[in-house]
């Protein structure tokens, strides 16, 4: 499985933007795609994610009622929309999968397939 995410770029607080990650190869009913981001000097943290098979989500709490995330597996396609962008949202996003899930993983070490990350920055 390969994931290359897209998407990222420079905006200013309360403005929007919708990352995409192009999921190839071999994905499975129990799939979770997920979205992390990692800041600088910080540990990589867990945004939100996907179960592949259907609409079940699960968000961070600093990301509910801004973030979205949808998929299209048609398109193999993950989304993250994110609105009302805040400065302390600066970070590299990188998407992932975790082929063996039962059930949408915080934990970034269930992930076994990651994507480069792209950078979001947020100028205040």
């Known amino acids: 499985v390969q994931l290359q995410a897209s998407g990222g770029g420079l905006v200013q607080a309360g403005d929007s933007l919708r990352l995409s990650c192009v999921v190839s190869?071999?994905?499975?009913?129990?799939?979770?795609m997920g979205w992390f981001r990692q800041a600088p000097g910080k540990e990589r943290e867990f945004v939100a994610g996907?179960?592949?098979?259907?609409?079940?989500?699960l968000l961070a709490n600093s990301v509910k009622g801004r973030f979205t995330i949808s998929g299209d597996t048609a398109k193999n396609m993950v989304y993250l929309q994110m609105n009302s962008l805040k400065p302390e949202d600066t970070a590299a996003y990188y998407c992932?999968?975790?082929?063996?899930?039962?059930?949408?993983?915080?934990?970034?070490?269930?992930?076994?397939?990651w994507g480069q990350g792209t950078l979001v920055t947020v100028s205040s």
């Open positions: 992932a999968a975790d082929l063996a899930a039962y059930h949408i993983s915080r934990d970034r070490r269930t992930y076994n397939y």
């Open positions: 190869g071999r994905t499975f009913s129990r799939s979770v």
């Open positions: 996907i179960l592949w098979s259907g609409s079940t989500t």
